[in-house]
């Protein structure tokens, strides 16, 4: 599996930002997705996680520092999962990464995008 993450950039506190995780090299769908981010000097930490759906519904779950201003979402059809982040902290910044797993049992993620920075300024 491949995973290119993008969309990243510098705003200021208070606006908006859309990442994307463009998958390929296996079915999408199929795929547990979640985004991360580490920012410098600190531990990489979980953002955000979207569950494979087999009803057409995906179940969600978000860190507590992000809950009420991010949202993940995917698109089975474009093989993309996104992260929509509203009312950005410069606590925020860091780059953020997107993962995917096989198996929603296991804790760890097994692939990785490559990171997409995001700078809020105060």
């Known amino acids: 599996v491949q995973l290119q993450a993008s969309g990243g950039g510098l705003v200021q506190a208070g606006d908006s930002l859309r990442l994307s995780c463009a998958a390929s090299?296996?079915?999408?769908?199929?795929?547990?997705m979640g985004w991360f981010r580490q920012a410098p000097g600190k531990e990489r930490e979980f953002v955000a996680g979207i569950n494979r759906s087999r009803t057409g519904f995906s179940s969600t779950i978000y860190a507590d520092s992000v809950k009420g201003r991010f949202t993940i979402s995917r698109d089975n059809a474009k093989n993309t999962m996104y992260l929509q982040m509203n009312s950005l902290k410069p606590e925020d910044t860091a780059v953020y990464y997107c993962?995917?797993?096989?198996?929603?049992?296991?804790?760890?993620?097994?692939?990785w995008g490559q990171g997409t920075q995001v700078t809020v300024s105060s």
């Open positions: 993962a995917a797993k096989e198996s929603i049992a296991r804790s760890e993620y097994d692939y």
């Open positions: 090299g296996r079915t999408f769908s199929s795929l547990h």
